[in-house]
């Protein structure tokens, strides 16, 4: 086992997402689909974590447990409420974030898009529309006109894989369509011209950031015979947005379980008598060191694991899990690759989009009445990492 310290300067934060926290975003389309008879969602996002109000709270939290950044989403649809008319107040709202992690020494690494699009943009077509990048991109240029100066890093896009994947030929997310495999690849196009555009209105505007995407990955397994069925699914889900990194910053790793194939394509469900987690998937935590290694190879830019955790009641197996992840951070970067920080999934228990409010990815829990935030031990265990620099010992 290599050195459990962490190279100088290496950026330790956590991450959210505006639709998962913030509460009433009635106006985009997620909020249309959750209330959508069929959809499959079990909960509104309601209040969310009523972050909306409460973000100075979460902000105190990332300063309380001594990490140095934190990642959050903006919301199109509250800057944007109707095509081309914008809101001030909405963009002052982000600024006064970022502000606030500036002033406690807090990195603010902002994703312009975590996968909610406004309701108008839906209304005609979504991602399908030949014009949605276009739109993005507007949208990106205004965002970073009033933003830019506080910006710490740039997201584009937060998993635009997920988009085509569960909107597209899963069905679990907007706008529920199932099997629609040619729709997916055209979505697919639409979101690398999106993410290529918004680099370029995000350098173009105030401030000097890192920009970059983050991408769901997964350690892909082929038993004899699913060398095919592997590096097709490869080619689609992460290949094809790999490729639409170059000249990037950095790659945005985000990564959970691995996916098995076999002579007939995707094995379904974990191995027989594997440990899962609340999302049902394998427990697999060195299955981030395969995806870290993966991106770094492929292009050929620095590697910033933007979301790794797991969705669990025990705390004391969220430890073990991103303890065992961290290894294998740490055996990346023994061999020369070059990651650059860790991000936690997530600072709060939040709406998990299609399963609500069940799984518990936290490193604070939240009362959904009350909104109290209480931090659980792992978090205090991450702060205790972060400020070291150094992989302390789990338990």
Same mark, same amino acid.
């Given at each position: 086992?290599?050195?459990?310290?962490?190279?100088?300067?290496?950026?330790?934060g956590?991450?959210?997402?505006?639709?998962?926290?913030?509460?009433?975003n009635?106006?985009?389309?997620?909020?249309e689909?959750?209330?959508?008879?069929?959809?499959?969602?079990?909960?509104?996002?309601?209040?969310?974590?009523?972050s #909306?109000?409460r973000w100075?709270?979460?902000v105190g939290?990332?300063?309380?447990?001594?990490?140095?950044?934190?990642?959050?989403?903006?919301?199109?649809?509250?800057?944007?409420?109707?095509? /081309?008319?914008?809101s001030?107040?909405?963009?002052?709202?982000?600024?006064?974030?970022?502000?606030?992690?500036?002033?406690r /020494?807090?990195?603010?690494?902002?994703?312009?898009?975590?996968?909610?699009?406004?309701?108008?943009?839906?209304?005609?077509?979504?991602?399908?529309?030949?014009?949605?990048?276009?739109?993005?991109?507007?949208?990106?240029?205004?965002?970073?006109?009033?933003?830019g100066?506080?910006?710490?890093?740039?997201?584009?896009?937060?998993?635009?894989n997920?988009?085509?994947?569960?909107?597209?030929?899963?069905?679990?997310?907007?706008?529920?369509v199932?099997?629609?495999?040619?729709?997916?690849?055209a979505?697919?196009?639409?979101?690398?011209?999106?993410?290529?555009?918004?680099v370029?209105?995000?350098?173009?505007?105030p401030?000097?950031?890192?920009?970059?995407?983050?991408?769901?990955?997964?350690?892909?397994?082929?038993?004899?015979?699913?060398? /095919?069925?592997?590096?097709?699914?490869?080619?689609?889900?992460?290949?094809?947005?790999?490729?639409?990194?170059?000249?990037?910053?950095?790659?945005?790793?985000?990564?959970?379980?691995r #996916?098995?194939?076999?002579?007939g394509?995707?094995?379904?469900?974990?191995?027989?008598?594997?440990?899962?987690?609340?999302?049902?998937?394998?427990?697999?935590?060195?299955?981030?060191?395969?995806?870290?290694?993966?991106?770094?190879?492929?292009?050929?830019?620095?590697?910033?694991?933007?979301?790794?955790g797991?969705?669990?009641?025990?705390?004391?197996?969220?430890?073990?899990?991103?303890?065992?992840?961290?290894?294998?951070?740490?055996r990346?970067?023994?061999?020369?690759?070059?990651?650059?920080g860790?991000?936690a999934?997530?600072?709060?228990?939040?709406f998990?989009?299609?399963?609500?409010?069940?799984?518990?990815?936290?490193?604070?829990?939240?009362?959904?009445?009350?909104?109290?935030?209480?931090?659980?031990?792992?978090?205090?265990?991450?702060?205790?990492?972060?400020?070291?620099?150094?992989?302390?010992?789990?338990?």
């Amino acid at each position: 086992m290599p050195s459990t310290d962490f190279p100088d300067g290496f950026l330790w934060g956590s991450a959210t997402a505006a639709h998962q926290i913030e509460g009433g975003n009635v106006n985009n389309d997620w909020w249309e689909f959750e209330h959508t008879p069929g959809s499959g969602c079990v909960d509104s996002s309601g209040d969310g974590c009523d972050s #909306l109000h409460r973000w100075p709270e979460d902000v105190g939290l990332v300063a309380q447990f001594g990490l140095g950044a934190y990642r959050f989403s903006l919301e199109w649809s509250r800057i944007e409420p109707a095509e /081309g008319e914008w809101s001030t107040a909405a963009l002052d709202y982000y600024r006064r974030i970022c502000g606030a992690c500036l002033g406690r /020494g807090i990195e603010p690494v902002v994703t312009f898009n975590h996968f909610t699009i406004p309701r108008w943009l839906s209304a005609r077509g979504g991602w399908e529309a030949p014009d949605a990048p276009d739109r993005f991109a507007r949208f990106v240029e205004r965002s970073v006109g009033h933003l830019g100066d506080v910006i710490g890093r740039a997201c584009t896009l937060n998993e635009p894989n997920v988009i085509g994947v569960m909107g597209y030929t899963m069905g679990a997310f907007p706008p529920g369509v199932k099997d629609a495999f040619d729709r997916h690849l055209a979505v697919n196009e639409a979101m690398v011209r999106a993410h290529r555009l918004a680099v370029e209105a995000l350098r173009a505007g105030p401030g000097t950031f890192g920009v970059g995407l983050t991408l769901s990955m997964a350690e892909f397994e082929a038993e004899e015979g699913g060398e /095919g069925a592997r590096d097709a699914a490869q080619e689609v889900l992460e290949d094809t947005f790999l490729r639409a990194t170059e000249g990037d910053d950095f790659i945005g790793v985000q990564c959970y379980t691995r #996916l098995r194939f076999g002579k007939g394509g995707q094995m379904l469900g974990p191995p027989k008598g594997a440990t899962t987690t609340q999302m049902g998937y394998e427990y697999r935590p060195e299955a981030l060191e395969y995806t870290v290694r993966r991106a770094a190879a492929v292009t050929g830019v620095p590697v910033l694991v933007t979301e790794n955790g797991i969705g669990t009641e025990d705390d004391t197996e969220r430890i073990a899990f991103m303890h065992s992840a961290l290894e294998g951070v740490l055996r990346c970067l023994a061999d020369g690759v070059d990651v650059r920080g860790y991000f936690a999934w997530s600072l709060l228990d939040n709406f998990e989009w299609t399963l609500g409010y069940g799984p518990k990815f936290g490193l604070v829990a939240v009362d959904r009445q009350t909104f109290e935030r209480r931090p659980k031990p792992s978090a205090f265990w991450f702060g205790q990492v972060a400020s070291s620099n150094s992989l302390v010992p789990a338990g």
